[in-house]
């Protein structure tokens, strides 16, 4: 089992910064995938980035230029930093964590609010 706290989100206004931190705890693999994902009201949950253990991340295109993801291995947190938000950017922003091949697994963090006012 891979328990995840979440932690950084809140209330801000267009333009404004947010730093979302996701700490990993339990059976941890050393290859892995960390990231987050969201969900806006009445729409699907959304890729919005990830990073694997060796350091490849990938991001949704609407944040690119936007927002970065880093981990500490060390720590088993990933952490999101958020510039330059937009309202759209609204939504509940959710910890992921995956592993892949023969120990395939994936576990979500319980989530946490970010909202954009205008």
């Known amino acids: 089992q891979v328990q995840l706290v979440e932690s950084g989100g809140g209330l801000v206004q267009a333009g404004g910064s947010l730093r979302l931190s996701c700490a990993a705890s339990?059976?941890?693999?050393?290859?892995?995938?960390m990231g987050w994902y969201r969900q806006a009201p009445g729409k699907q949950r959304e890729l919005v980035a990830a990073?694997?253990?060796?350091?490849?991340?990938n991001f949704a295109d609407s944040v690119k230029g936007r927002f970065t993801i880093s981990r500490d291995n060390a720590k088993n947190t990933v952490y999101l930093q958020m510039n330059s938000l937009k309202p759209e950017d609204t939504g509940v922003y959710y910890c992921?964590?995956?592993?892949?091949?023969?120990?395939?697994?994936?576990?979500w963090g319980q989530g946490t609010q970010v909202t954009v006012s205008s």
């Open positions: 339990g059976s941890i693999f050393s290859i892995n995938s």
């Open positions: 990073i694997t253990s060796g350091g490849s991340g």
């Open positions: 992921n964590y995956k592993t892949w091949g023969a120990s395939r697994n994936e576990y």
